[in-house]
């Protein structure tokens, strides 16, 4: 516990001291909730609108009785429609912020927005919804569903997300749309395909449809080419790259390969649990 | 492991799981909880972890168990039940006083007016104890009896008495005269009965009584040669050829074996004329005493032989006389003899009522207990039995008699043959409830079963459910994947126990029979409970309750590891190797 940093102290100097992306509006601190009003009102100091952003943010793990600080007041922004790189050690925090971001975990202190709503402190039940309808996510190990093939796997999002009923109604517009989505990763020929008969490139070609499914407008990625080749790694990058390009849709990636980082938009480092801009 | 424990879904968890089990769906803007995953999911599941089915497997087997069980002890219940209510009649109007019911038609005609139209049939009857003597192979047998003076006339209107003999014509309706022959026409050992045994014994008896009468004035003779021997040797003449040759065939073929012959048919007994009146002797091949119907376990046992063939053994056949003392209707009550002709067996198949029971006119007992009155040529009975009309309820008739002629005033009780009979329903019942009781505890064994598969699948599938908790599913739609999962499982095993059971009910007497022949032991033994096959009765309602009882244990016990499931945080679970 000694070394965990008390989370208001740091959450100040940090967003103020750094020479950080944009500079975090002090009223968020107090009126989160009712962000939306001070977005309209509120000047930016920054011309581009963030997709989602850390505010402040501290997260440490408890291990062994001894609490270990991971993030130690994070200020991080990415921006609508652009692909942004979060490099780093291993144990920098990476993941960790990550996940954060995509409400799997919530900050022990500081603020979590997505499109200038504070999603950090929903209940549970709207932050399953909010990654569901908001998000799509991508992992180093796909995390593919054994069970289902390729094309469940691709629709279990739209399945989430609906009613048995809905789902049923709109099954043929999902199923289209899935087909769509495995032309667009190039697996239209193996979709009833269990995930264990496909390669690795195949599996997060996967994975990045069923990411897709439900029109999310921010992709995290967690190392998606950390465990491919450099071929598959480039051709699963460069898909990504073209989802950036063609629809728009924000990414934020995590990787700890400084050539991939290189090709993004932004790119910020994680080290000593803060956060420094490269790019 | 402990930090799959999310403890910020802590105050959710619980208000999601209580909604999930009480049926009550939360409806949010954004969640949709219900999702056609879970249904997949479950299925998948199913499909492809085949461990979780061996876990079942003993669900099947304990409601497969409970099904035969039940089947068997509520087809014993009901045979027993058809049974006793076959002997019995629904109400009995009845009294312990040793003179009895003096006006029996008084109360007959009360009881009627009472009941109205729900009165089926109305009988009288004697009942009292009474000591039965018989012989067999020489041998005087005592034994105790019930006896019942029956009116055969309206007996059979009040149970399914008449049914219960063994000879065609007694079946349609009872004299109490001896039958020429055919009684029990399948029953080999039963074949020398009725006048053919009746004349064939008197005649054997009148044989050895000419025989014996032969001999003894044989011996007369001999004895009176021997004098005259004797007479002729004092005068020094020998002659013994006549005396060899006459004494070996008096050893052989005397005295002795000739009386023992004799008792063996139950000749000295039959001796006295009693009452064939006017001082004419009575012919026993040609004449009957007032007849009996024997309950069969009286006069026969059941046993088998070398081969273990079943086979019932007679000491007594229709056509025997047999002796029966009973009390008179004085006071203090002396002890009366009366011959009676066997003319029939009882039986029941309740060996209770088949070993003691013994059936005669009620005149007959009537007029020998002096319980006749010549005034009003009526005579007393010990009780009124009554067969209620159908769809008549036997509790609330037995109340209103016991309105009409209450304890405090009379002395005569009601009692329906239900409570007659009470303890042993009650035992039948109370013998019931443990087997269902031990055999759920088979099934709540058979659930921490599935608990402990459930856990180690929830486990397994630690990766996979942070997976759908990261594509945004709610901790209670993975907690519904797992309790569906529990639900199917429990129906699947519940539903192919309940076949099982089914199926081995419908066969239980040719497995029963399979198992006899592998074993070479009785499985059901005939000798012991007088049914020749195991009765089964099934009540739909039983295999409801079983599979419900079944499917519940399988929920309840895929419950914790589905809370367990829903409570898991995604980020560690995501990590889980």
């Known amino acids: 516990m000694n070394n965990s940093i008390p989370a208001k102290s740091l959450a100040k100097p940090t967003s103020t001291a750094a020479n950080q992306l944009r500079v975090v509006r002090p009223e968020a601190d107090n009126e989160s909730g009712h962000s939306k009003q001070t977005h309209t009102t509120v000047p930016q100091s920054f011309s581009r609108e963030s997709m989602v952003d850390a505010r402040a943010v501290t997260k440490s793990y408890r291990r062994h009785k001894t609490s270990v600080a991971v993030l130690k007041g994070v200020d991080f922004s990415a921006e609508q429609g652009k692909m942004t790189a979060i490099v780093g050690q291993s144990g920098s925090g990476k993941s960790t912020l990550l996940h954060l971001l995509g409400t799997l975990d919530r900050p022990d202190s500081g603020e979590i927005h997505f499109a200038n709503q504070r999603i950090d402190n929903l209940p549970a039940r709207k932050r399953d919804a909010f990654r569901n309808h908001q998000l799509g996510m991508i992992f180093q190990f796909y995390h593919l569903l054994p069970e289902l093939t390729l094309l469940e796997n691709v629709i279990a999002p739209a399945m989430i997300g609906q009613s048995i009923l809905s789902y049923f109604r709109n099954r043929s517009s999902i199923m289209k749309r899935a087909k769509e989505l495995a032309e667009l990763v190039g697996l239209s020929h193996r979709l009833h395909h269990k995930p264990s008969q496909l390669s690795g490139g195949e599996m997060q070609r996967t994975a990045i449809a069923r990411a897709l499914i439900t029109d999310p407008k921010l992709l995290l990625a967690d190392e998606p080419t950390g465990n491919l080749d450099q071929e598959s790694g480039q051709s699963i990058l460069q898909l990504l790259r073209n989802l950036n390009q063609e629809s728009g849709l924000t990414i934020v990636m995590v990787t700890h390969d400084e050539n991939i980082a290189m090709q993004c938009d932004a790119l910020v480092r994680l080290k000593g649990g803060k956060v420094e801009r490269l790019k | ?577």
């Open chain 2, 1 to 577: 492991m402990g930090m799959l424990w999310h403890p910020m879904d802590q105050e959710c968890y619980f208000r999601i799981l209580v909604d999930k089990l009480i049926g009550r769906h939360r409806r949010t803007v954004h969640a949709k909880e219900r999702g056609m995953y879970k249904v997949l999911l479950c299925w998948r599941y199913l499909k492809t972890r085949w461990i979780a089915l061996a876990s079942i497997v003993s669900v099947t087997l304990g409601v497969a168990t409970l099904i035969v069980v039940n089947s068997v002890m509520d087809g014993f219940t009901s045979q027993m039940q058809d049974r006793m209510h076959g002997i019995l009649s629904d109400l009995v109007v009845e009294t312990r006083a040793t003179n009895g019911i003096a006006e029996p038609n008084w109360y007959i005609e009360r009881i009627r007016a009472r009941l109205g139209e729900s009165v089926d049939g109305i009988t009288t009857v004697v009942t009292l104890p009474a000591m039965m003597t018989f012989h067999h192979n020489g041998n005087a047998h005592t034994q105790q009896i019930n006896l019942i003076g029956i009116d055969q006339s309206t007996y059979a209107s009040v149970s399914d008495f008449s049914k219960y003999l063994l000879h065609p014509d007694n079946k349609r309706q009872l004299d109490f005269i001896l039958k020429r022959n055919g009684y029990a026409p399948d029953r080999e050992a039963l074949q020398p009965s009725g006048w053919e045994y009746r004349s064939r014994v008197e005649q054997l008896k009148k044989d050895r009584q000419t025989e014996l009468e032969r001999y003894r004035q044989l011996q007369a003779k001999i004895a009176e040669e021997q004098q005259n021997q004797i007479a002729k040797d004092s005068q020094g003449l020998s002659d013994s050829t006549a005396d060899q040759a006459i004494d070996p065939k008096a050893n052989e073929n005397g005295t002795q074996p000739l009386e023992a012959n004799s008792d063996l048919l139950g000749g000295p007994m039959i001796q006295p004329v009693q009452n064939s009146g006017g001082g004419r002797v009575f012919d026993a091949s040609i004449e009957q005493r007032i007849g009996i119907v024997l309950g069969i376990g009286i006069g026969s046992v059941r046993g088998r032989d070398s081969d273990g063939q079943l086979k019932d053994y007679f000491f007594i056949r229709p056509g025997d006389d047999v002796s029966v003392a009973f009390p008179n209707a004085g006071s203090p009550p002396r002890a009366i003899d009366e011959l009676f002709t066997v003319v029939d067996f009882y039986e029941s198949k309740m060996s209770e009522y088949d070993a003691t029971f013994a059936f005669v006119p009620i005149e007959a007992l009537q007029r020998a207990r002096g319980m006749f009155d010549p005034l009003s040529k009526q005579g007393a009975v010990t009780s009124i039995q009554i067969k209620l009309a159908r769809g008549t309820d036997l509790n609330s008739a037995r109340d209103s008699l016991r309105d009409e002629f209450p304890p405090s005033e009379s002395y005569v009780q009601v009692n329906s043959w239900r409570d007659t009979q009470g303890p042993l329903l009650a035992a039948v019942q109370l013998e019931t409830t443990i087997l269902n009781v031990l055999l759920f505890m088979i099934i709540a064994v058979a659930g921490f079963g599935i608990l402990a598969t459930f856990f180690m699948i929830v486990v397994e599938k630690t990766r996979d459910i942070g997976v759908l908790k990261s594509l945004g599913a709610p901790g209670s739609g993975i907690a519904s994947i797992f309790l569906g999962y529990g639900v199917l499982l429990g129906s699947v095993g519940s539903g192919v126990g309940v076949l099982c059971g089914l199926a081995f009910v419908w066969k239980i007497n040719e497995i029963a029979r399979v198992l006899e022949w592998i074993t070479g032991r009785e499985v059901f033994d005939p000798t012991v409970y007088y049914f020749d096959t195991i009765p089964t009765v099934i009540h739909p309602f039983t295999i409801v309750w079983v599979s419900i009882g079944a499917v519940l244990i399988a929920i309840l016990a895929s419950v914790l590891p589905s809370i367990r499931a829903a409570r898991m945080h995604p980020v560690e679970a995501l990590r889980y190797e």
